[in-house]
Structures are given as C-alpha cells and as structure tokens.
C-alpha cells in the first residue's frame, strides 16, 4: 500500500493512473485528428470531383455553346446567300402545249428555252433551290375548261422541264408553286388559313371548310384522286391522294373530262388569296419577297405568271376547281371549271411562266470567293463535282 502510495503525484492520483489518462488523452487526440484529417480529404475529393465536373460541364457548354455559334454562323451565310446569282446555264431544250391536254386551242406556239439569270431561292439541308430572276416573256399558257384543270400542274412543270434543266448538273427544273410561296410567309404577319372566313365572305363570296353538294355534283377527273377530295363519303384526308402541286401523267379524252357523283361531293377548301398586296413584313427573308414580286430596279413586276398547283374555292351553290397564279404581290387562283357550267371552255386568259431548279448540293461545286454574286456578270460559279 505505501509502495502505491509512493506513485502518486501531488493531487493524490498514482503514476500507473496518470500514465493511462495520458495514453487514453493522446488516444482521443489521435481519434479527433485523423477524423478531421479525413474530412479534410473528403472536402477536397468532393471540390475536386465538383471541379472536374464543372469543369467537364464548362467543357461541354462551351463546345456546345461553339456548335452553336456555328449553326447559326452557317445560318446566316446560307441567309446570307438569298438572292445571289448563280452562273446555271441550261440545256436548251423546247415544249409544245397540245389543246388535248391544255382545253385550248390557243395554246400553238412553242415554248423554247429563253436566257435567263438564276438567283439562289433557298437552301434546304443539302438541296439548293434556285429561282429565275423573272418570268418567262415569250409564249403564253392558256389552261382552259375542265381538261385545263385536269392536267395544267404537270403542262406548267413540264414546261420547264423540258427548258429549263441541266443533267450534267443534276439540275431539275419546275415551276414555283404555292407552297414555295406559302413556306416563305412570315407566319406572324400572314398565314393562308387566315384568308378564309368561317361564315360567308360577302365580297369573294366563299367559304372556308368544306361544303357538301347535292345537285351541282360534277367534278374534274383529277379531282378524285386528290387531296381532301370527297366523292359520295369516298375520302381523301390530309397526306392522302394528290398533294395541290402534284401529277405525274397527262388526261385526254373524253373520259378524263367530267364525272358526277351519285349522291354528292363534298370538296374542302384549298384556295386562299390576299386582298392585299404582300409587302416584305409578310415574309421571313424579304429578299424573297423582292425576287417574287420586284424587278431589278425594285418597280413591281407586273408580269403574272401560273404557279403549279391546283385550288378549289367554295361558293354558296358550286365549287370552283381553278389553277394558283400570282403576281403585282398577289396570290389567286384562276378557275377553270365549275359543274354549272354548260360549256366545256370558258377562259382564254393566259399567264407566263416563272422556272426553279433543284440541285443536289452533293453533285455540284459553288464557287463563292471568286466573285460576289451581286449581279448577272458576277454570278457565282458552278460546276458538276
């Protein structure tokens, strides 16, 4: 007992006693600094995975953010291009219109390639779209009657076709159509479906939607294979039939003149028109709208010229089947047939005709650095690749 009693220090406590708070303090010391140690490690591996993803996220965003800027850097070139002249030059080639397929007998003269500038319309994806930089001035089309209707989208293409295209090119010509038109509309200031009215319009006395007719039950051959036609409930809906500037072969004969419906038709409205002349605010790119509607020294082109596509307007008693045209900033369509009319011809009015082409940007070099494409003589290059 005394030899314990030796061992303690001052306050009483033995030296085996303090020894062991010492070892168990410096256990608690060791505890407390390898866990903040840690954490200390966890902190940084956690800032330094955060850093690494921000930075990863960084990364991305700024490429992204490059792709990006580069998108709308090729945007802008390919805006930038509408409108420029391009250096086509088509193969010669001539087309003459038959009264057979055209309904009229004024239709004798010959359509033969005429020499034109090109300008570059559109670019969409990999297909370059240009546009003539007038209409035709020599010969007119004259669509007349039933047998105009039947057959005048494929007569105005093949037109141009036949005089406008450049197979070592890959060069396809046709007509401009509504929907060239219709898919450069600024939609915030113009949509077509806004020309109609739901009731009655007392000035162009139309309708919008569909009417079913019960006496006046006579159509166009064409017509039932159409779009949004509708024969006795025998229907075509939207995607189904022939699109309005679709047709791959001609009519003639009296059998691909009239038909008429055992119980009714009921036709759906695809004509449209703007009573008031478009200006640029109605399109996307007024570039477009210049090269539609101005000439080149920004006077409206009074020329009227056929657009490849079929309409069919609605009245209180008849539907009216009729050809697209446009011109002096003005969308409408010129009817060609009726089923109260008693003869089959009715119209010697004709319209000329306004060229595009299609081009696969695949097949063809363009040479934009040699000359600037501002005008005829310093049109850009093209050449088969």
Not at 185 to 206: A, G, H, R
Request: hydrophobic share 30%; with cysteine; aromatic share 10%.
């Amino acid at each position: 007992m005394k030899f314990r009693n030796k061992l303690k220090d001052e306050k009483g406590m033995s030296p085996i006693a303090t020894i062991l708070m010492l070892i168990i303090a410096a256990l608690v010391v060791i505890i407390v600094t390898f866990g903040i140690m840690t954490i200390i490690r966890n902190l940084r591996n956690s800032a330094t995975q955060e850093e690494a993803a921000y930075n990863s996220f960084g990364a991305s965003a700024e490429e992204n953010s490059g792709s990006k800027k580069e998108e709308k850097k090729e945007q802008k070139q390919e805006e930038s291009i509408v409108g420029k002249y391009v250096a086509y030059i088509p193969k010669q080639g001539t087309y003459m219109v038959e009264e057979k397929y055209s309904g009229n007998e004024y239709n004798k003269n010959e359509f033969k390639t005429e020499a034109m500038a090109w300008r570059i319309w559109s670019i969409q994806g990999s297909k370059l779209l240009l546009i003539a930089d007038s209409p035709t001035t020599e010969g007119t089309l004259v669509l007349d009657g039933v047998v105009g209707y039947n057959n005048g989208v494929k007569i105005i293409n093949d037109i141009c076709e036949n005089c406008y295209s450049n197979n070592e090119l890959g060069g396809v010509a046709r007509s401009v159509n509504i929907e060239d038109i219709e898919n450069a509309l600024n939609k915030n200031t113009w949509k077509p479906e806004d020309s109609s009215v739901t009731i009655q319009n007392t000035m162009l006395n139309t309708y919008k939607g569909s009417i079913k007719y019960t006496e006046n039950r006579k159509y166009p051959y064409i017509y039932q294979y159409e779009e949004y036609s509708n024969i006795d409930g025998q229907a075509y809906t939207k995607g189904q039939g022939l699109a309005r500037s679709k047709q791959e072969i001609l009519y003639s004969g009296e059998i691909y003149k009239t038909y008429e419906a055992n119980s009714y038709i009921e036709p759906t409205r695809t004509y449209w028109s703007n009573p008031v002349e478009f200006t640029t605010q109605n399109f996307s790119d007024q570039l477009q709208y210049y090269l539609l509607y101005k000439t080149l020294n920004g006077k409206t082109d009074l020329t009227a010229y056929w657009l490849s596509s079929r309409s069919v307007n609605l009245t209180e008693k008849v539907p009216e089947f009729g050809i697209t045209c446009t011109g002096k900033g003005i969308v409408d369509s010129y009817t060609l047939y009726n089923p109260e009319s008693t003869v089959a011809k009715q119209n010697i009015v004709g319209y000329k005709i306004r060229p595009m082409i299609e081009i696969d940007l695949r097949k063809v070099n363009i040479d934009t650095k040699s000359t600037d494409g501002s005008k005829p003589d310093t049109a850009y290059g093209i050449g088969a690749k």
